[in-house]
């Protein structure tokens, strides 16, 4: 077996100790106790039935074979006197009570008993494996919606939530398999006592010659997470390769640009290195584990050899030998099936140690201890001071400098060219980030004081990008204030709002109909009806701020015109913020502001900005030559 690249030698004196290797490959089980706790609160009753179970069928097998070593005996003692007379029914029906006919409904009653258990614990293992698959796909979904947009956006996090995925898709039995390690050492235990017993050396000798392969397993182990923590990148590539060439939202595009082959060649390539280097691993680790495993078939028939040897010695009975032989065949099972559990719950730990260290994940956007309240209705108005914001991970300025009001009841457009700051306005109005410069403020009141849900609760968002989601078209809706999915009165005014209200009712299930192709009986709507479902949910929020990222870019000119006719009526401390490219679209806005590198360049009405020229005069001639 190759030494690890990280060995400590006199070529590397700064590498780890082996203590240090030995306490970071099994220092991960110190998360066993915390997923016990976790699986304990899905169910104690089942949690406790399966370790009751395990208890009684961990002793079952040293009893079974110590009760087949009794009747082997009895049966040698008495076949050397008189043979039984009559027929095997009359002999059991009618003849004198043995020790015999005990012993052999005891090991009877044993098979019963062991196979009645064995199927009571996949029964009881299957109903909590299913509940701890449950709580755990809940965590990883609640404690995901507490964190950061900053942090989604980093590509580490990203890799260690889809290791945390694997973990609760593929390594919920992890807690099962601990459990049949503890029943595997009682198992262990019992059978040494047994052994010991007899011959205490023949122990010590199959330990022995057991560790070899334990050690290759626990190495192999710890090479295969590696392995697959390096490539945790390419496998979130090729997911989503898998995804686009697959998907109906993407069937159009693949067809018309004929992506298929590239798409196909692209995933090919990243599987053929993950599949070539799993490859290299899986031979290694095919040698070695056959040689160590023939280290330890050596010594069990070393020692099956001396048990056979002092038989016929007469040192041990037939009984003994069918005993010892049996113990010492299935301690060498368990043992090696002991060590190597051990070294491989070790190595699916480690996805644990990533579940648990995404669950440790803490946002850095938080509510204050003594929050305040958003204030509502809005008196005064939204105002940035002198803001400034960089994206993590880069020294360029999205805004900086910046000074913004937003009027209570005023309709602002915010205008300017792609990275002009837009989208980072509304970014930091959400608090979906903080300005590492500045304030911005609700009618005096930083949004740094505020309770962030009540903050987010008063703010109606619609950005560009919306999610169609694969709900009814009722619950589409009601997602802008979830809330109130029950209130359908509540939910058919933001649809007329929002001009959903119509599209709606061409559905043949009305607000009941499933939308999008991925569920049963799903609809799928046009961009510009998806649009109006969108509109529709920032009307359902009933916020003191509507903001609308391209809010018509899929709109016909007369439903951009109804758009912007409602959006004008919110009035009574209601503001609204708009950003679009459309010049159709912002000129009615009650102010309009320019901005040009994150920085405001110019503010007025339509008119007034036409009338000082400049940029937005600019730009709006070159769009308007676009329909002359």
Not at 300 to 310: E, F, K, N, S
């Amino acid at each position: 077996m190759s030494a690890e690249p990280d060995s400590p030698d006199h070529r590397n004196p700064s590498a780890p100790s082996w203590r240090a290797r030995l306490a970071a490959r099994f220092g991960v089980y110190g998360h066993v106790p915390r997923m016990f706790r976790q699986i304990w609160k899905c169910s104690p009753a089942l949690t406790l039935a399966s370790i009751a179970l395990r208890l009684v069928q961990a002793i079952q097998p040293p009893l079974a074979l110590y009760v087949g070593k009794l009747i082997v005996d009895e049966v040698i003692r008495t076949s050397a006197h008189a043979a039984p007379s009559g027929s095997l029914p009359d002999w059991l029906l009618h003849g004198p009570a043995t020790r015999l006919e005990v012993w052999i409904a005891l090991e009877f009653a044993l098979i019963i008993l062991s196979d009645l258990i064995s199927r009571a614990i996949v029964l009881v293992d299957g109903l909590l494996n299913e509940r701890y698959i449950n709580s755990v796909s809940l965590a990883l979904m609640g404690h995901s919606a507490t964190l950061d947009l900053q942090q989604f956006e980093s590509s580490a996090l990203q890799d260690l939530l889809e290791r945390a995925r694997r973990q609760a898709s593929g390594r919920n039995n992890l807690l099962v398999q601990v459990f049949n390690i503890a029943q595997t050492a009682v198992t262990a235990l019992t059978l040494a006592i047994g052994v010991v017993a007899f011959a205490p050396w023949m122990v010590v000798v199959l330990v022995i010659a057991l560790l070899p392969s334990a050690a290759g397993e626990a190495h192999f182990n710890a090479e295969g997470y590696r392995l697959i923590r390096a490539k945790t990148a390419e496998r979130r590539e090729m997911e989503y390769l898998r995804h686009v060439g697959a998907s109906a939202e993407h069937a159009k595009e693949l067809k018309l640009f004929g992506l298929g082959d590239f798409l196909v060649g692209r995933f090919r390539t990243a599987a053929a290195t993950v599949l070539e280097q799993n490859r290299r691993l899986a031979l290694r680790r095919f040698v070695w584990s056959g040689a160590f495993a023939a280290i330890g078939s050596v010594a069990y028939y070393g020692v099956y050899l001396v048990i056979v040897w002092d038989t016929v010695r007469g040192r041990f009975t037939v009984g003994d030998l069918t005993f010892l032989s049996g113990s010492f065949l299935r301690l060498h099972s368990v043992l090696s099936s002991l060590l190597l559990g051990i070294t491989q719950t070790a190595s699916q730990a480690q996805y644990l140690n990533d579940f648990f260290a995404f669950l440790d994940l803490r946002p850095s956007i938080v509510s204050p201890v003594a929050a305040r309240p958003f204030p509502s209705p809005i008196r005064q108005g939204i105002r940035f001071e002198n803001v400034g914001f960089r994206y993590p991970g880069t020294d360029r300025w999205a805004i900086r400098h910046l000074d913004l009001n937003i009027g209570a009841g005023e309709t602002v457009a915010l205008v300017g060219e792609n990275g002009a700051g837009k989208t980072t306005i509304v970014k930091l109005l959400t608090r979906l980030y903080d300005p590492d410069e500045g304030q911005i403020t609700v009618d005096g009141v930083p949004l740094h004081d505020m309770d962030l849900a009540d903050l987010r609760a008063h703010i109606g968002v619609i950005f560009q990008d919306f999610v169609r989601y694969s709900l009814t078209a009722s619950e589409n809706i009601a997602v802008g204030r979830i809330t109130a999915l029950a209130d359908t009165q509540r939910i058919g005014a933001a649809a007329h709002e929002g001009l959903a209200d119509d599209v709606v009712a061409r559905l043949p299930m009305g607000y009941d109909q499933p939308l999008g192709k991925r569920v049963a009986n799903g609809r799928e709507l046009s961009g510009g009806e998806w649009q109006k479902i969108a509109i529709s949910r920032a009307y359902m929020r009933d916020a003191d701020l509507l903001i609308l990222d391209e809010p018509t870019a899929a709109l016909d000119a007369r439903a951009e015109s109804d758009v912007f006719e409602r959006l004008r009526a919110l009035r009574h401390g209601k503001a609204a913020l708009v950003i679009s490219h459309r010049f159709s679209t912002v000129r009615t806005a009650d102010r309009i502001v320019v901005l040009e590198h994150g920085h405001v360049l110019q503010a007025g009405t339509h008119e007034q900005l036409l009338a000082q020229g400049g940029r937005y005069a600019e730009l709006f001639e070159l769009q308007a030559a676009g329909y002359q």
